[in-house]
């Protein structure tokens, strides 16, 4: 992978936008309660210059990559998740991959997506449509991942993953997802908030979550603040007496290495291999969906991919 430069950073402000990128992973009121606080204001900026995104597709695509991050807030090891929307609106769909150790990567169907006019409001869901969104688990010790599908109910990510735990799962469940931007249309603050309330809780535990999330604040605009975020969770959710369980970082990061793109090339066709050879053009651009990291083969390298895979014919 390859991360494009932000204009006008330097490394210094690099690292110290880096150094709060957290998930904040919690339990309230006793365990009854378990949630996980995301601050994500810099892996939605370096997510929007690599992929290249305008403020309506940053939106979108940030909002399921805090959301992807929330899902896999619960998993260990090397287990993973993925977070997948079919739709008919002029978004089409995404697919967004987040893992144990914090790290979340993902793409758009459509950049840009295609829109008649500028939105007027926040109000997402005539971009999405009739759809689908389901969460897939890819866990170390399973023999097959499981996958939960849910239709869209909302055009809305952060409602619609609640209704798919609910549907799904029967786990009362709460996200709220949040991009803020600044009058320039840079990213200012991106945030999630993730609560699900356990099996055996009282009635009454849910009813005074849903009062405590009414009243907070954008998760947006505390990110792009000052405000410490275990402050701002000590504060809000004092009644339920929260207890922080850890603090990793996380960071939009994906795996993809010029070396595997190369093994790809290799299981091309013989008559595939030998028309790009041949006819380029040069050099061989290919692609990672994930990252948008663009990776180049020369002449020489594809005469040699070709020599190698017409003698194994």
Same mark, same amino acid.
């Given at each position: 992978?390859?991360?494009?430069?932000?204009?006008?950073?330097?490394?210094?402000?690099?690292?110290?936008?880096?150094?709060?990128?957290?998930?904040?992973?919690?339990?309230?009121?006793?365990?009854?309660?378990?949630?996980?606080?995301?601050?994500?204001?810099?892996? @939605?900026?370096?997510?929007?210059?690599?992929?290249?995104?305008?403020?309506?597709?940053?939106?979108?695509?940030?909002? *399921?990559?805090?959301?992807?991050?929330?899902?896999?807030?619960?998993?260990?090891?090397?287990?993973?998740? *993925? #977070?997948?929307?079919?739709?008919?609106?002029?978004?089409?769909?995404?697919?967004?991959? *987040?893992?144990?150790?914090?790290?979340?990567?993902?793409?758009?169907?459509?950049?840009?997506?295609?829109?008649?006019?500028?939105?007027?409001?926040?109000?997402?869901?005539?971009?999405?449509?009739?759809?689908?969104?389901?969460?897939?688990?890819?866990?170390?010790?399973?023999?097959?991942?499981?996958?939960?599908?849910?239709?869209?109910?909302?055009?809305?990510?952060?409602?619609?993953?609640?209704?798919?735990?609910?549907?799904?799962?029967?786990?009362?469940?709460?996200?709220?997802?949040?991009?803020?931007?600044?009058?320039?249309?840079?990213?200012?603050?991106?945030?999630?908030?993730? #609560?699900?309330?356990?099996?055996?809780?009282?009635?009454?535990?849910?009813? =005074?979550? =849903?009062?405590?999330?009414?009243?907070?604040?954008? #998760?947006?605009?505390?990110?792009?603040?000052?405000?410490?975020?275990?402050?701002? #969770?000590?504060?809000?959710?004092?009644?339920?007496?929260?207890?922080?369980?850890?603090?990793?970082?996380?960071?939009?990061?994906?795996?993809?290495?010029?070396?595997?793109?190369?093994? @790809?090339?290799?299981?091309?066709?013989?008559?595939?291999?030998?028309?790009?050879?041949?006819?380029?053009?040069?050099?061989?651009?290919?692609?990672?969906?994930?990252?948008?990291?663009?990776?180049?083969?020369?002449?020489?390298?594809?005469?040699?991919?070709?020599?190698?895979?017409?003698?194994?014919?």
């Amino acid at each position: 992978m390859k991360k494009k430069p932000i204009p006008g950073e330097n490394v210094k402000d690099r690292l110290k936008a880096t150094e709060k990128d957290r998930l904040y992973r919690f339990l309230l009121s006793g365990g009854d309660v378990r949630g996980a606080l995301v601050h994500g204001t810099r892996l @939605v900026q370096e997510m929007r210059a690599n992929h290249e995104l305008g403020l309506l597709e940053t939106l979108i695509l940030g909002h *399921a990559y805090m959301g992807g991050l929330l899902v896999a807030s619960s998993l260990k090891g090397e287990d993973r998740a *993925a #977070l997948k929307i079919e739709c008919s609106g002029p978004v089409r769909g995404l697919v967004v991959e *987040a893992n144990a150790r914090g790290e979340v990567r993902g793409y758009l169907q459509k950049v840009p997506i295609p829109v008649a006019k500028p939105p007027e409001d926040f109000n997402l869901s005539p971009f999405f449509g009739a759809g689908f969104i389901s969460v897939t688990r890819y866990l170390r010790d399973a023999k097959h991942p499981f996958t939960g599908k849910v239709p869209l109910q909302h055009g809305n990510i952060a409602q619609d993953l609640a209704h798919y735990y609910l549907a799904s799962e029967q786990i009362p469940t709460a996200f709220s997802l949040s991009v803020k931007f600044t009058s320039d249309g840079d990213v200012a603050g991106a945030g999630g908030l993730f #609560l699900q309330v356990m099996p055996g809780a009282a009635d009454t535990i849910a009813a =005074e979550l =849903e009062n405590i999330v009414y009243r907070l604040p954008s #998760l947006g605009d505390v990110c792009r603040g000052k405000e410490n975020m275990e402050d701002f #969770l000590q504060a809000h959710f004092k009644a339920l007496r929260p207890v922080l369980l850890d603090k990793p970082r996380v960071a939009f990061f994906c795996s993809c290495r010029r070396e595997g793109v190369m093994r @790809v090339l290799r299981t091309l066709p013989v008559e595939d291999l030998k028309d790009m050879c041949e006819n380029g053009p040069y050099p061989v651009e290919l692609r990672c969906h994930h990252c948008n990291t663009v990776y180049h083969v020369n002449r020489d390298e594809m005469q040699v991919l070709y020599l190698e895979r017409l003698h194994q014919t």
